[in-house]
């Protein structure tokens, strides 16, 4: 059985910084595509970024203020928010799957998700 549990979200000012955590049990994230999604308030789920091996990719509405990586010997995936927007706001959840994609149907395991909001 694949669990992810994420932790590290919470309330922070706009141009905040905050970091992400989802650490998986059951599945080797250094094996699989990890990535971070999340549901702004009445919104559906987007992507955020992915990594797979030394691969990377992030939404345009993230890239070079977000940083994703991952830690093998602690089989976590960080994400590393800079400069945060209100616009941020949402529910961020982990995902796993087989491929390097940004395809929310392409992920098979998913963790619970954590709050983060942003203030301005």
């Known amino acids: 059985q694949v669990q992810l549990v994420e932790s590290g979200g919470g309330l922070v000012q706009a141009e905040g910084s905050l970091r992400l955590s989802c650490t998986a049990s059951?599945?080797?994230?250094?094996?699989?595509?990890a990535a971070w999604f999340r549901r702004p308030p009445g919104k559906e789920r987007e992507f955020v970024a992915v990594?797979?091996?030394?691969?990377?990719d992030y939404a345009d509405s993230v890239h070079g203020r977000f940083t994703i990586s991952r830690d093998d010997a602690k089989n976590t995936v960080y994400l590393q928010m800079n400069n945060l927007k209100p616009e941020d706001t949402g529910t961020y959840y982990c995902?796993?799957?087989?491929?390097?994609?940004?395809?929310?149907?392409?992920?098979?395991?998913w963790g619970r998700g954590t709050q983060v909001t942003v203030s301005s």
């Open positions: 995902a796993t799957s087989p491929k390097f994609t940004v395809r929310i149907r392409e992920y098979d395991f």
């Open positions: 990594i797979r091996a030394t691969n990377t």
């Open positions: 059951g599945r080797t994230f250094s094996s699989y595509a």
